[in-house]
Every structure is written in structure tokens, then in C-alpha cells.
């Protein structure tokens, strides 16, 4: 019976690790999230999204990469976020 148990659950929690990058494909875009949408990344809180915020004003980001060019986010938070970001299609800038 043990070893049915054990079987049993091998299997749930083979089952729920697959389905792990499913709850993850929910990307949050840079170009078009807000302030509390961009807190919702691992280190990310109100003041780094605000820059973030501020300086897609200004730079919209064509790519991921570009993230690092927003002050307060180094090497170690970009790695942090990478895999949950993307830029999608940049808005247009208003003149």
C-alpha cells in the first residue's frame, strides 16, 4: 500500500511540475505595464517601476535587454527578471 501512496504521488508531482510553465507564460510587458503590475517581478517594487514607467516615456524598449539601462536595475535584478518580462510591440511616441 506504501508503495502505491508513494507512486501515487510521484506522479502528482510530476504532473504538477509540468504544468508549472503554464502558471509562468503570463510575461508582463514593459512598454505597457503599470506601476503596480511591474511590483508583481521579483524585486521590482514602486520606486524601480516608476522608473521604469519614466523612462519607457522617453526610450520605449525594443528589447529585453534594455531593461539594464533603468537605474536601479543591475546584472543580479535582471536576472531575476528576464524570464517574466517582455517588450511586445513598443507603443509609438508621442511628439
Known sequence: MAKVIHVLLTVLLFALLS????????LINVNTATVEELTALPGIGPATAAKIVEYREA?????????LEVKGIGPAK???IKERITVGEAPVKKE
Open 19 to 26: 504544468a508549472a510553465p503554464c502558471f509562468a507564460a503570463d
Open 78 to 80: 535582471f536576472e531575476a
Open 59 to 67: 526610450h520605449p524598449f525594443a528589447t529585453v535587454d534594455e531593461v
